[in-house]
T-cell receptor
């Protein structure tokens, strides 16, 4: 099956710094990638959708200047949390979908802790 | 917009007993329905899906779900659970057109006890 990787798996950063999370589709071309956020013992909340080569579409309430998403190639999307604060601590999960398919393949997630 | 309701946040069950995890959805358009499983500290894995056709769908590890359009439900069942089925289960829905982003339910923690 299709494989999606995320890097890093865990990151701890100081308040005010920026953190970049990578999401890669390893064996297929991902025309669309999704970024989710999951709080402890809660469901996944869609943050944004990105299509290769175009600007990301953010969900209502998600600050686009704080959560920068870049989908520069068909196998790579990045999420940068700028000027991170403790309330940004969460589990960030990406998923990827290929052309003309319905199924999303999920990455293993990145646990971000802001101290 | 779509929404998904998973009424049971936790379901404790003994090993080899049957289980049903409930999922109801709301949508004004046609949708696809999914069940995902998340093991501790791991990402989501697709368990099964309904796109069209037969309303009863099955997974390779014994789970099944039935799409009931009149009741807008997609309950997940297994006739005999194993300890290894302990995990978080998420029901999700997407439109069948457009960007098809997933809307997730709040999840049900299945705890299988020996």
């Amino acid at each position: 099956g299709a494989v999606v990787s995320q890097h890093p798996s865990r990151v701890i950063c100081k308040s005010g710094t920026s953190v970049k999370i990578e999401c890669r589709s390893l064996d297929f071309q991902a025309t669309t990638m999704f970024w989710y956020r999951q709080f402890p013992k809660q469901s996944l909340m869609l943050m944004a959708t990105s299509n290769e080569g175009s600007k990301a579409t953010y969900e209502q309430g998600v600050e686009k200047d704080k959560f920068l998403i870049n989908h520069a190639s068909l196998t790579l999307s990045t999420l940068t949390v700028t000027s991170a604060h403790p309330e940004d601590s969460s589990f960030y999960i990406c998923s990827a979908r290929g052309r003309r398919t319905y199924e999303q393949y999920f990455g293993p997630g990145t646990r971000l802790t802001v101290t | 917009a779509q929404s998904v309701t998973q009424l049971d946040s936790q379901v404790p069950v003994f090993e080899e007993a049957p289980v049903e995890l409930r999922c109801n959805y709301s949508s004004s358009v046609s949708v696809y329905l999914f069940w995902y499983v998340q093991y501790p500290n791991q990402g989501l894995q697709l368990l099964l899906k309904y796109l069209s056709g037969s309303t009863l769908v099955e997974s390779i590890n014994g789970f099944e779900a039935e799409f009931n359009k009149s009741q807008t439900s997609f309950h997940l069942r297994k006739p005999s659970v194993h300890i290894s089925d302990t995990a978080e289960y998420f029901c999700a829905v997407s439109r069948d057109t457009g960007r098809r982003a997933l809307t997730f339910g709040s999840g049900t923690r299945l705890q299988v006890q020996p």
